[in-house]
């Protein structure tokens, strides 16, 4: 995208994360100001830990129209790998 807009600057991982995590805090105080928008958070390491208990979390924001344990099947920590 940088390359796209002509910014051929290249960051390191540090810098990278610095500006990414700007932009995220951005968006959220948007989506903050915004009063037609209703938005959750999710955390994907938590999704993987619990997913029973993320999964509740997302059937209550959407109105308890969603099948809880399906939801929860599809989860498989096994395939998630830390590539840290």
Do not use: C
């Amino acid at each position: 995208m940088m390359i796209r807009r002509g910014e051929e600057k290249k960051l390191d991982d540090e810098e990278m994360k610095k500006y990414f995590q700007k932009h995220l805090q951005k968006i959220k105080q948007w989506l903050k100001e915004q009063n037609n928008f209703e938005v959750l958070y999710i955390s994907h390491r938590e999704t993987i830990e619990n997913p029973s208990l993320q999964a509740g979390k997302i059937n209550q924001f959407l109105d308890e129209s969603l099948d809880e344990e399906k939801m929860t099947q599809v989860v498989k920590p096994e395939l998630h790998h830390n590539k840290a």
